[in-house]
T-cell receptor, first 115, second 116 residues
Framework: NAGVMQNPRHLVRRRGQEARLRCSPM?????VYWYRQLPEEGLKFMVY????????ESGMPKERFSAEFPKEGPSILRIQQVVRGDSAAYFC?????????????FGNGTRLTVT | GNSVTQMEGPVTLSEEAFLTINCTYT??????LFWYVQYPGEGLQLLLK?????DKGSNKGFEATYRKETTSFHLEKGSVQVSDSAVYFC???????????????FGKGTLLTVNP
């Protein structure tokens, strides 16, 4: 029973390049969430998606960041023109369709390093 | 807004010692409270949770009690093991009426190292 799968585990990009982070939710889960963990900080909510819909993007930076969860395939967090401040661990979580009282199940994260 | 304040680490203990990691919070409404654990190189795993005042969450020998009067949710374990070495995060959900259970507010984390 696979958990939340994220890839790649580690990603290195030079300033100005694009970063694409992938997340496959647990089987039976249709809700996906992205969180970011900056060095020595707690995780911070970025965005909540259901299939083909962005439900809440209140934590997303206004520029360069986007997220999608297509009908088929994994959820993608895309960061354009990366800067050093984007270096962080990005965690994806998922939950079943009934959100209330369902804990979030987190993946192992993608550690992005911008050089 | 909501916030979580955790005891600063790192915390270093010997095996079989008693563990307390303090966590206090500020929140509107009636949030649920959580402890997550992050082992080296891994994602966060839910350790325990409590959904209302005076509830006690417990798992793997860890316990935490939801204290509304002191706005606290301290994590305790009577006898730690080397395998408990990890980062521990206290978190809470949005407790407002109609609030979002998925938008968790996390503390900064406490690194625990247990030596044999």
């Amino acid at each position: 029973n696979a958990g939340v799968m994220q890839n790649p585990r580690h990603l290195v990009r030079r300033r100005g390049q694009e970063a694409r982070l992938r997340c496959s939710p647990m089987k039976g889960h249709s809700h996906v969430y992205w969180y970011r963990q900056l060095p020595e900080e707690g995780l911070k909510f970025m965005v909540y998606l259901q299939k083909e819909n962005i439900i809440d993007e209140s934590g997303m930076p206004k520029e360069r960041f986007s997220a999608e969860f297509p009908k088929e395939g994994p959820s993608i967090l895309r960061i354009q023109q990366v800067v050093r401040g984007d270096s962080a661990a990005y965690f994806c979580a998922s939950s079943p369709p009934s959100v209330s009282n369902s804990p979030l199940h987190f993946g192992n994260g993608t550690r992005l390093t911008v050089t | 807004g909501n916030s979580v304040t955790q005891m600063e680490g790192p915390v270093t203990l010997s095996e079989e010692a008693f563990l307390t990691i303090n966590c206090t919070y500020t929140a509107t409404g009636y949030p649920s409270l959580f402890w997550y654990v992050q082992y080296p190189g891994e994602g966060l795993q839910l350790l325990l949770k409590a959904t209302k005042a005076d509830d006690k969450g417990s798992n793997k020998g860890f316990e935490a009690t939801y204290r509304k009067e002191t706005t606290s949710f301290h994590l305790e374990k009577g006898s730690v093991q080397v395998s408990d070495s990890a980062v521990y995060f206290c978190a809470l959900s949005d407790g407002r009426r109609g609030g979002s259970n998925y938008k968790l507010t996390f503390g900064k984390g406490t690194l625990l190292t247990v030596n044999p």
